[in-house]
């Protein structure tokens, strides 16, 4: 069977092909909304090709910053969820603005279908890393399970004991220093990071 990590990782770069594919092909689409049949190479159609990349590179900073930390048990808040959508809205209706005022059902799907593409597969990014990160902690914890000794197995609570004890006030919480005061998997690393984190929010 093939290993979940590699796994993880075709997935991410896949659906970032994807979406960096079809932010590319909704950038002539935006240029000419914003140029608005303005002559070639004036002030306007020039300054028309800014717009897309500045949409574009908001939304894929917020989408990265979401896969990161999602990683550690962390959701992000209010601001980066409206931040995505608006620039996914501002996309896909700069994208077919001009098939709705021609009444062209053609041209509506087609520029509607790489904005809707990006659409799905920024939530599915995250949404697919957290499954599978979920996947790759439970055959980690197999794989350990099956390694240590028979009548002797560290319960999650035991390993967050552990930490809670090894924890200063200056401490930064992070999986790799959980890791390190516990010997716990990486997988349960992160769970139990995030686990502190909001124990020390709610201190």
Known sequence: MEPLERVARQVDRLCWTGILLGLAFTMT?????????APAWS???CGAWLL????SLVLLAVLRAEQVTSRYG????GWARGAKWFTLGATYVMNTWEAFVDRSPAQVVLHSVPPL???VAAEAVTDLRDKLGAAMYSESSLAEEAARPRGVR????????MARAARTPETVVTPAWVREVTGCSRGLSSRLAAELRAEGAHG
């Open 29 to 37: 689409n935006v240029q000419q909304f914003a140029a608005a049949g």
């Open 43 to 45: 002030l306007r159609w």
């Open 52 to 55: 897309d990349p500045m949409v």
């Open 74 to 77: 962390i959701r992000t808040g």
């Open 117 to 119: 593409v990006v659409f």
């Open 154 to 161: 560290t319960s999650s609570a035991e390993y967050l004991a």
